[in-house]
């Protein structure tokens, strides 16, 4: 599974982004889509997923503020970022897990405040 993920960018405090990650083949056949980031210096967490069945988890860090939802017929899940805090600021991954996990090349997200 190969992914793209796009729609990083600079945003101020309190903004919104909108990532996307397609990938390049179905992802109704994969068990778990999510999302990851890595802070500058950083170790890599865990930051939103959502099943093949629509189960839906969340960092405390990000509820109420991210949406992660998926497009199943354009093989593409999103990640709907709002309240934009600068602790965002990190390279974001898109993940496909099933047996293995594949990592998409990362989009850098940065808030200002």
């Known amino acids: 599974v190969q992914l793209q993920a796009s729609g990083g960018g600079l945003a101020q405090a309190g903004g919104s982004l909108r990532l996307s990650c397609e990938a390049s083949?179905?992802?109704?056949?994969?068990?778990?889509m999510g999302w990851y980031r890595q802070a500058p210096g950083k170790q890599r967490e865990f930051v939103a997923r959502?099943?093949?069945?629509?189960?839906?988890d969340y960092a405390e860090s990000v509820k109420g503020r991210f949406t992660i939802s998926r497009d199943d017929a354009k093989n593409t899940v999103y990640l709907q970022m709002n309240s934009l805090e600068p602790g965002d600021t990190a390279v974001y991954y898109c993940?496909?897990?099933?047996?293995?996990?594949?990592w998409g090349q990362g989009t850098l997200v940065t808030v200002s405040s």
């Open positions: 083949s179905r992802i109704s056949s994969i068990m778990y």
């Open positions: 993940a496909a897990m099933s047996i293995y996990t594949y």
């Open positions: 959502i099943s093949r069945t629509s189960v839906i």
